[in-house]
């Protein structure tokens, strides 16, 4: 009796520990250009398939388009084409023994209009 619960033991340990393969999936849609890529004031009326998100966290002294390049490379390799600001906000953070610096978080939406 002891035997065989030992196995069992032994047997439900080593089957918890072994290798799964998972399958890298394809992105739905191909990638686009980035020049492809529209600038949408807000959520579109029409329809669409949401991507996915970027977000974006960057000091309020620079400017909120200077990271708007990269945003459009990741689209684009997401096979998105179009994006909308989704969320922008303030925050204060530490950096130091008592200085607080202002910045803000942008959040980008990728969207493939249909």
């Not at 069992?8 to 020049?35: D, M, N, R, Y």
């Amino acid at each position: 009796m002891r035997f065989s619960k030992a196995s069992l033991a032994c047997c439900l340990i080593f089957a918890g520990c072994a290798a799964h393969k998972q399958v890298a999936s394809q992105p739905p849609f191909p990638p686009t250009s980035e020049t492809a890529i529209r600038v949408l004031s807000s959520v579109p009326r029409s329809g669409y398939d949401k991507l996915g998100t970027v977000s974006i966290l960057q000091d309020l002294a620079e400017p909120a388009n200077r990271n708007f390049v990269s945003v459009r490379e990741i689209a684009a390799r997401a096979g998105a084409n179009a994006v909308f600001m989704q969320q922008e906000r303030a925050y204060t953070y530490r950096s130091g023994f008592n200085q607080c610096t202002k910045g803000r978080i942008i959040v980008y939406s990728l969207i493939r209009l249909r």
